[in-house]
């Protein structure tokens, strides 16, 4: 972004710390619309004291205190981030402390699918109908679960597999290119033997429907256009009421839990073989996209089969070191 993209008295400021947001790949759509938010706010209130002040800050933070508690604090961890950046320029810059940290709402528990709420999934997936709104659909239950085994196996995000074009899905190698998701990185994603087979199967069938042009999606509907995750999360959304999973009301277990399954499932697995597991993070954390490791490490602590083989390979390290019952210190 350059500075033409603000238009405030801190123009070329926010133009500088949009840039070092971008280079540290931490800039996404939501808080990039924030910052030039900010930067109109600083427009209209102008800066008296040629900086952000206390008055300010508390003004802008005090401006959607209507909305949700994420969203405030947000609000509050951009202004503090952008201020301590522009103090580096500007000593008299305020920078909000932890008095005015909205509190924040606990994040949701993601749903571990077991094996067999995964065979349920796939398998009720295969149940429905080939068509919707008297509109032909050839395709749709044989996408829905291929869609479903590739998040649990990959740990995509639906938006990166939903975007996947014939040509990011390297068939004959395995391996998937996920251009530009979240903070704006690219990355390779090789994929196991077991969902490469399915994936040559869907595309075969995919070419049935929809033409072979490389730009062009892999998951399509039955019109031969790609699906968009609001469409996918809502035909999931039945699934797991089909599947028993959830009632017909109220929240369950969503789309995204397959990722958060996946990851779960690959650390418990690498516990379980011995592995250094806090080396691998950082391999997971690539593979996942995540900006940081700090967004992987999250994992380590959702379900109670982590936990336990975490304390057991504690006690493994240690048992030579604690006395036995009985024993002599």
Known sequence: MTAGGFCGPLASEFAAFAA?????????KTTLTQLRALDRFTQQ?????????????????????????????ARYYLLRRFCRHLSKRRPDT??????LRPRGRPPKRPHIY???EIRRLLDGALTLRDWTRGHPCPIRSKTMRTIILLLVTSGLRISEALHLSLQDVDLAAGV???RQSKFRKSRLVPVSA???????RYHDLRLTVAPADPGEAFFVSGRGTAYSPSTVQAMFRDLTIQSGLRGPHGRGPRLHDLRATFAVTRLLQWYRDGEDVMARLPLLS?????????DTEVYLTITDALLQEANTRFHDFTQDLLPTP???P
Do not use: K, M
């Not at 800066?47 to 405030?72: F, K, Q, Y």
């Not at 305020?94 to 008095?99: D, I, L």
């Not at 077991?194 to 040559?200: F, M, V």
């Open 20 to 28: 070092t947001l971008e280079a540290s790949a931490s800039a996404n």
């Open 114 to 116: 077991s094996r067999e």
């Open 286 to 294: 690539t593979y996942l996209g995540h900006a940081s490791v700090t």
């Open 326 to 328: 009985g024993g002599q």
């Open 194 to 200: 077991g969902t490469l087979r399915e994936l040559r």
């Open 176 to 178: 998937l290119s996920v």
């Open 94 to 99: 305020f920078v909000p402390g932890e008095s």
């Open 45 to 73: 209130h102008g800066l008296p004291s040629g900086t952000i002040d206390e008055t300010l800050a508390r003004a802008w933070l005090a401006g959607c205190e209507s909305r949700g508690p994420n969203t405030r604090r």
